[in-house]
């Protein structure tokens, strides 16, 4: 059965420092993985996805994941934080063929001035 | 830009009445999505429905059902909700076309059973 695992609920980082958000997961076969950023009383908006092409993936906002399957990771990183980047960060995994997303429980960011 | 819009953003329901989420689509997508958010659990399947008037139960179906009788709309009811129904309810769509597509999201609504 397939599962998402974020390391950490909550990570507080100062403004300008490297943001590092982990994610591992469970699957069985090469799945497809998705990382979803919320912020405050508002839903999920994509930041940027692993479709089994180029295992380094940009996002927007200046993020980054790099797909690891040695380690089952996919963990979210961004060289440089900003104060706009608080917010809930989702790792999420479908299956290629599936229906059902499977989400993370969430890692709350935040950043200090 | 695909839009998902759900019905209200804020609700307040008293124990026992009967709960109708709207949801509605615009990109023609096949497939949609009932999750709910709590804190510390992350998004929990409840329902997804991948044509109209099919539907499949996810994780969490208990004290839910839902309906789809247009491929643009997609319909959670709380047949008799409960306190423990009080949460935050994300609607989503999503097509097959294409390699990997993901899920698009509406705005959420908030749930409160009094």
């Known amino acids: 059965a397939q599962s998402v695992t974020q390391l950490g609920s909550h990570v507080s980082v100062s403004e300008g420092a490297l943001v590092l958000l982990r994610c591992n997961y469970s699957?069985?076969?090469?799945?497809?993985l998705f990382w979803y950023v919320q912020y405050p009383n508002q839903g999920l908006q994509l930041l940027l996805k692993?479709?089994?092409?180029?295992?380094l993936v940009k996002g927007i906002n200046g993020f980054e994941a790099e797909f690891k399957k040695s380690e089952t990771s996919f963990h979210l990183t961004k060289p440089s934080a900003h104060m706009s980047d608080a917010a809930e960060y989702f790792c999420?995994?479908?299956?290629?063929?599936?229906?059902?997303?499977?989400f993370g429980a969430g890692t709350r960011l935040f950043v200090k001035a | 830009d695909v839009k998902v819009t759900q019905s209200s953003r804020y609700l307040v329901k008293r124990t026992g009445e009967k709960v109708f989420l709207e949801c509605v689509q615009d990109?023609?997508?096949?497939?949609m999505f009932w999750y709910r958010q709590d804190p510390g659990l992350g998004l929990r399947l409840i329902y997804f429905?991948?044509?109209?008037?099919?539907?499949e139960k996810g994780d969490i179906p208990e004290g839910y059902s839902v309906s789809r009788e247009k491929k643009e709309r997609f319909s959670l009811i709380l047949e008799s909700a409960s306190t423990n129904q009080t949460s935050m309810y994300l609607c989503?769509?999503?097509?097959?076309?294409?390699?990997?597509?993901?899920?698009?999201f509406g705005q959420g609504t908030r749930l409160t059973v009094v």
């Open positions: 990109m023609d997508h096949e497939n």
């Open positions: 989503a769509s999503g097509s097959e076309q294409g390699s990997g597509t993901e899920a698009f």
């Open positions: 429905s991948y044509d109209v008037k099919m539907k």
């Open positions: 692993y479709t089994s092409a180029a295992t």
């Open positions: 699957s069985s076969v090469p799945p497809y």
């Open positions: 999420a995994v479908r299956l290629t063929g599936g229906f059902k997303t499977i």
